[in-house]
């Protein structure tokens, strides 16, 4: 009996081992899907896919309201879409938050500016830092799920230093993150920038 219980261990020690080896490829969207998400202030929110073409998908946020392109292969943001089709071009702290195909391990950077907070004019220069650290089982209202755990380090080297930190689990099974967290600091002063989770999910 022991020996079956330490067989049955090891084989999903090794099941597990090789599935974080693997590499997680961009999902495929498909028009109509949809996930809707709490905050920790209880408000809810959702994403819907609009549009799919060649060679981006087009997405649906409530939070911040906006219609974005998301790039197929990488699924980071490529541009908004403004009023009667306009591309905007993409910034912030969520342009390269993802950058597919995801493995255990990987890494990768980017940066954006933004207006000083100090009343000075000036731009500042915020750095990011990414990577996948692991992979973990997370609980969700909407479910339970295995996710890859992406933890991002961003901030300026400006003023004696403000960095935050942040992170999200992207699970292959929901095509999308299905939870964030978020360093208590006051780093993150948008009121938008609350942990969240995913409460609901339709894919098509």
């Known amino acids: 009996m022991k020996k079956i219980i330490i067989l049955g261990f090891l084989l999903l020690f090794l099941a597990s081992q090789a599935w974080s ?17 709490k905050d920790a202030t209880g408000a809810t929110f959702s994403s819907e896919v609009l ?14 309201k906006s219609v974005v392109a998301i790039d197929r292969k990488t699924m980071n943001l490529k541009f ?3 009023p009667e089709g306009r591309k905007v071009g993409a910034t912030g702290v969520l342009k390269k938050v993802n950058d597919f195909p995801l493995f255990v391990g990987k890494k990768w950077t980017d940066s954006f500016t933004v207006e000083s907070r100090r009343g000075m004019q000036q731009e500042l220069t915020i750095l990011c830092d990414l990577k996948v650290e692991d992979i973990a089982e997370v609980k969700t209202p909407a ?11 961003q901030g ?12 999200r689990w992207y699970s292959p099974d929901v095509k999308a993150w299905v939870k964030r967290e ?9 009121s938008r920038m609350n942990d969240a989770e995913l409460i609901s999910y339709e894919l098509k």
């Open 156 to 167: 300026t080297p400006a003023y004696g230093g403000r960095y935050g930190w942040m992170r």
């Open 80 to 82: 908004f879409i403004g």
């Open 51 to 64: 549009d799919a073409k060649e060679d981006v998908f087009v997405l649906k946020n409530e939070a911040p």
């Open 21 to 37: 080896q693997e590499k997680c490829e961009a999902p495929v969207w498909k028009i109509g899907d949809k996930w809707t998400y």
């Open 143 to 153: 479910g339970t799920f295995k996710a890859y755990v992406i933890y991002s380090k």
């Open 182 to 190: 978020y360093e208590k600091s006051d780093y993150w002063v948008e």
